[in-house]
């Protein structure tokens, strides 16, 4: 008796690497994730301190005079912060760090929903900072605009390289 051969079923389409470019976005992304958790959980950890008292040690460990005109703005301002201005501002910065790792590891896995993503949040940043460079010109606020727009530039390129891609694939495994 000869076993019959198992069939083992095509795979559907051969999954591609995220090109090194969407790796290096990704990995920002990350990073940023992270570091806004990490602030996230240092403006929890805040609303039952005295605000004031914490940065005002952080102005001597700094060696900063609590006398400076600025310092003092600052400290005074930084007394009146209330407990739910924190919570508030701790809930944004852990939905804001959500969405950036989010973005950052669909994208490190080639996800496609990541890569739309990221081409309508890096989209949505571009007219905000052309007002804000248009209202108050400086040479640093255009080269982070063309910065940002040869970001979005290349990443729609990707995408649309690997939708069209994506596309034209069940069509060659008909054939």
Known sequence: MNPEPVSTPAP??????APIGLKIIAGAKITKGVALSGLSLGVFDMIHRN???????????????PENHYVELALEKLGLVEPSTLIRLGMLSALYASIQLLEGLGLWFGAAWAEYLVVISTA???PEECLATA?????FKVSILLLNALI????????????RERKAAPVLQEA
């Open 12 to 17: 559907a389409v051969p999954a591609k690497k």
């Open 124 to 126: 949505l940043f571009v």
């Open 51 to 65: 605000v004031a008292a914490v940065a005002l040690h952080f102005v001597q460990l700094a060696r900063i005079s």
């Open 135 to 139: 209202r108050h010109f400086t040479w």
């Open 152 to 163: 979005l530039a290349y990443v729609v390129h990707v995408v649309w390289r690997r939708y």
